[in-house]
T-cell receptor, first 113, second 111 residues
Framework: DAGVTQSPTHLIKTRGQQVTLRCSPK?????VSWYQQALGQGPQFIFQ???????QRGNFPDRFSGHQFPNYSSELNVNALLLGDSALYLC????????????FGDGTRLSIL | SQQGEEDPQALSIQEGENATMNCSYK?????LQWYRQNSGRGLVHLIL?????REKHSGRLRVTLDTSKKSSSLLITASRAADTASYFC???????????FGQGTRLTINP
């Protein structure tokens, strides 16, 4: 039973570029949440997708957008990258109605030069 | 923004000793959870305590929750080198879909 998988594991971009990160949820889960974790900090909630719609959003600018597909997988898109976007991006999946029980992937390490 | 503080920010102890870390939060919660993170990898769920519970055990882990003080503690007994990691508390509130994390405690177990 595969857990949450994220790709790629590492990514290097330059300022102003755009990036897409991908996540496949744990089998049986239909809800995907994305978190940003800066170095030495705790994860911060970006947004959550359920039924292919954004259900809740944290305090992140519109440069951060997402998508959920019919198979429940999800993408996180970040436009006009800034140096401050360098972080570990974590995807978590859960079942609807049990958002408190989230299973995390190993993350994508994004470095902005 | 982070939900609250974790204390201490870093803790270094000898193998076999007990490790205690604390978490404070700001708002009313449904549940409080503790996660472990090794070297910038994903988060591994350790234990969950509900707002109506005061203490919970799982193996070498003991968690307490004081909702009147909005605080929790995680005790790891008989520590091992493999316990070296960062530990985070996370809370969820009624009607909210997200987890709100503390800033974490970096635990080092010295052999």
């Amino acid at each position: 039973d595969a857990g949450v998988t994220q790709s790629p594991t590492h990514l290097i971009k330059t300022r102003g570029q755009q990036v897409t990160l991908r996540c496949s949820p744990k089998s049986g889960h239909d809800t995907v949440s994305w978190y940003q974790q800066a170095l030495g900090q705790g994860p911060q909630f970006i947004f959550q997708y359920y039924e292919e719609e954004e259900r809740q959003r944290g305090n992140f600018p519109d440069r951060f957008s997402g998508h959920q597909f019919p198979n429940y997988s999800s993408e996180l898109n970040v436009n006009a990258l800034l140096l401050g976007d360098s972080a570990l991006y974590l995807c978590a999946s859960s079942s609807s109605g049990a958002s408190w029980s989230q299973h995390f992937g190993d993350g994508t390490r994004l470095s902005i030069l | 923004s982070q939900q609250g503080e974790e204390d201490p920010q870093a803790l270094s102890i000898q193998e076999g000793e007990n490790a205690t870390m604390n978490c404070s939060y700001k708002t009313s919660i449904n549940n409080l959870q503790w996660y472990r993170q090794n070297s910038g990898r994903g988060l591994v769920h350790l234990i969950l305590i509900r707002s109506n519970e005061r203490e919970k055990h799982s193996g070498r882990l003991r968690v307490t929750l004081d909702t009147s003080k909005k605080s929790s503690s995680l005790l790891i007994t008989a520590s091992r080198a493999a316990d070296t990691a960062s530990y985070f508390c996370a809370t969820d509130a009624a009607g909210a879909q997200k987890l709100v994390f503390g800033q974490g405690t970096r635990l080092t177990i010295n052999p």
